[in-house]
């Protein structure tokens, strides 16, 4: 009779959009050997979610949402429901910008009484590949202090920072008020994974949001799962402005206490239309300033999603124009 393999499990650390091209890519995985979590932030306040924190006074869904979506049953455009939960109203009074994923996330929360439950219920619906998992259940606000001193508030203010604050300041703390515990089933996940995957996302208001939860910091300096960054394409104006490809391992070190053992990295020059709509932001494609002996094992490829990215009708925020291919990166980090 032969023996049954052991499944490797992956933990998928963040939030928002990269998170998502994680979860897209490897998903497809999930029966084939692999066993996924996502653990994302519970930091998020703008947009609709922004608008239904503040009115229903319940944990942000924005990142639950992107997740679950993500690891739903079927490809793209081949789960109704799937397309459902990421349906964004373009128009209607106190409607328009919400999404629907959002307002369904609330309501199981009205009606079951507890956001674990929600998102539990919806996992179940959208027979999700993989788990969901909230890095805490406490109600907390983002909380930055720049090199100059100045102290801001709230995701969306760090995130969005041109109304409040020069985006070239770089940020040198990051924390939660109140501090908050990381959820067990969190910290469960990370002791148990073989492989923790970091980004890409926006590194102060997706990635290390989750850092900083009680516990989660230490569980991950601990756990004898390889970590995984994968750098991002383009700076940040706000966050990770000037920012190049070592700056993004110094930075996740110096919140995890420990240097990640592989990094991915992008290789292929990005389309120069694309670099030209993003300099008058002032963002910028990353460097690749890696020295040959880093330390660690570093994967340059080709990670690049061939298509420009489409902002969806209603969407209000701003959203990253190239991204990396779901499929590029989990056929890297399936090799590892």
Do not use: C
């Amino acid at each position: 009779m032969p023996i049954k393999k052991k499944k490797k499990n992956i933990v998928v650390l963040g939030g928002g959009t990269g998170t998502y091209t994680v979860l897209t890519g490897l998903k497809e995985y999930a029966d084939d050997g692999i066993s996924l979590s996502a653990i994302v932030s519970m930091a998020d306040s703008g947009g609709s979610t922004g608008r239904l924190r503040d009115e229903f006074g319940y944990l942000p869904v924005g990142d639950v949402r992107m997740a679950l979506a993500a690891l739903a049953e079927g490809e793209n455009g081949d789960n109704l429901l799937r397309e459902l939960f990421l349906y964004r109203f373009d128009k209607g009074t106190g409607l328009k910008g919400h999404n629907v994923g959002n307002l369904l996330l609330v309501a199981l929360t009205d009606i079951l009484g507890s956001e674990t439950k929600a998102i539990q219920f919806a996992g179940e619906v959208l027979r999700i590949r993989g788990k969901v998992i909230p890095v805490t259940t406490r109600n907390v606000t983002l909380s930055a202090k720049y090199a100059d001193g100045s102290i801001v508030k709230g995701e969306t203010n760090i995130d969005e920072p041109p109304r409040i604050h020069d985006g070239t300041q770089r940020i040198r703390r990051l924390w939660l008020d109140p501090e908050a515990p990381a959820t067990p089933e969190a910290l469960s996940a990370i002791r148990a994974a073989d492989m923790v995957v970091l980004g890409p996302g926006d590194l102060y208001t997706s990635i290390l949001p989750n850092v900083i939860a009680g516990g989660v910091a230490k569980a991950l300096s601990k756990a004898h799962a390889k970590l995984v960054l994968i750098v991002n394409l383009m700076s940040k104006y706000g966050q990770t402005h000037g920012f190049n490809a070592s700056d993004f391992i110094t930075e996740t070190a110096k919140y995890i206490g420990r240097a990640p053992d592989v990094i991915l990295l992008n290789n292929k020059p990005l389309p120069p239309s694309i670099i030209k709509k993003y300099r008058t932001e002032q963002e910028f494609p990353i460097v690749d300033d890696l020295p040959p002996s880093a330390g660690m094992r570093v994967i340059r490829r080709d990670f690049l999603r061939p298509d420009e990215v489409k902002k969806a009708s209603g969407d209000v925020r701003k959203i990253s124009l190239v991204r990396h291919d779901p499929k590029k990166l989990a056929r890297a980090l399936l090799s590892l």
